[in-house]
């Protein structure tokens, strides 16, 4: 089982729609948690953490959900700018990150 | 602005070359990670350094090994290179005393060929 599982997608939504992607974690030892944002042929680049009371940043959402190891990512009024894939990334210590396979998102006119 | 840049963008090398990958940080960070992405793997992190000289396995080492002469720049050496090692090799680094552990500064990545 891997230690970080995503759904690889693609999601296909049209632009406004709300998306939300879950992922989940194995090691219940886990710190920290991340959402990191990918675009094609570039460098994955920070997006937001998530903590346990959940966290807004605009039109995005993190939850997290000790209990039941998962995390969540939501994209409310989805722009053809958010097209991109999204890592879940679990901190398992001393600064070494797992990171899952990510999840691909289309947003189209 | 924190900067981490990677000597080559593109790479093509020939099996059994020895291939020496530069990853330089601007911000005087202390930690640096070596990392390769495979479609359907993700990230997995090669190797990892806390500080000058100092070095650290991570979850692939194997076929790799690591310099660390200068605190500002962290080198990544393919012994023998494999087809197997053909890959997008990222090179990271996080903020010195960073609260958040998770912010890493990413290096635009090298794209490797072994042929």
């Known amino acids: 089982r891997k230690e970080v599982e995503q759904d690889p997608g693609p999601f296909n939504v049209p632009e406004g729609a709300t998306v939300a992607f879950n992922c989940t974690y194995s090691?219940?030892?886990?710190?920290?948690f991340f959402w990191y944002r990918q675009d094609c042929r570039k460098e994955p680049k920070l997006l937001m953490s998530v903590y346990s009371s959940g966290n807004e940043d605009g039109r995005f959402t993190a939850q997290l959900n000790r209990a039941s190891q998962y995390i969540s990512l939501l994209i409310r009024d989805s722009k053809l700018s958010d097209s991109a894939t999204y890592l879940c990334?679990?901190?398992?210590?001393?600064?070494?990150?797992?990171f899952g396979t990510g999840t691909r998102l289309l947003v189209s006119p | 602005d924190v900067k981490v840049t990677q000597s080559s963008r593109y790479l093509v090398k020939r099996t059994g070359e020895k291939v020496f990958l530069e990853c330089v940080q601007d911000m005087d960070h202390e930690n640096m990670f070596w990392y390769r992405q495979d479609p359907g793997l993700g990230l997995r992190l090669i190797y990892f350094?806390?500080?000058?000289?100092?070095?650290e396995k991570g979850d692939i080492p194997e076929g790799y090994s690591v310099s660390r002469e200068k605190k500002e720049r962290f080198s990544l050496i393919l012994e023998s290179a494999s087809t197997n090692q053909t890959s997008m090799y990222l090179c990271?680094?996080?903020?010195?005393?960073?609260?958040?552990?998770?912010?890493?500064?990413f290096g635009p990545g090298t794209r490797l060929t072994v042929t």
């Open positions: 990271a680094s996080p903020p010195r005393a960073a609260g958040d552990v998770g912010e890493q500064y």
């Open positions: 990334v679990v901190n398992t210590g001393f600064q070494k990150l797992v």
């Open positions: 350094s806390y500080d000058v000289k100092m070095k």
């Open positions: 090691n219940s030892a886990s710190q920290s």
